[in-house]
């Protein structure tokens, strides 16, 4: 089993940046695709973005492209999602996400096997 704790949520002005960590327990994750789930107030989860275990195959929400990165820690057994030039819709619950084995279907939730309970992030306008 793996747990995954996320930290660095708060409260953040529009045009501001946040960075959020995720930290991963029970077993190292090194071989694990990781990724960002989030879910804003009256809508669907939606999937933010991924990385693969080694550090490629990154994948992008189209509308957080140029402004959030995704690195990890190996080392650390940890993913982050750094976001610059935040807006009010970015505001959510955002979920760390990580699995062993992956389809192309990665915006799917189901294909996630773990999650973290989720940290909020609020962008004030």
């Known amino acids: 089993q793996v747990q995954l704790v996320e930290f660095g949520g708060g409260l953040v002005q529009a045009g501001g940046s946040l960075s959020l960590s995720c930290a991963a327990s029970?077993?190292?994750?090194?071989?694990?695709?990781m990724g960002w789930f989030r879910q804003a107030p009256g809508k669907e989860r939606e999937f933010v973005a991924k990385i693969g275990g080694t550090g490629g195959s990154k994948v992008y929400r189209e509308s957080v492209k140029g402004r959030f990165t995704i690195p990890r820690d190996n080392a650390k057994n940890t993913v982050y999602l750094q976001m610059n030039s935040l807006t009010p819709e970015d505001t959510a619950v955002y979920y760390c996400v990580a699995t062993y084995y992956l389809t192309n279907y990665y915006y799917a939730q189901h294909n996630w096997s773990y999650w973290g309970q989720g940290t909020q992030v609020t962008v004030s306008s």
């Open positions: 029970g077993r190292t994750v090194s071989s694990y695709h």
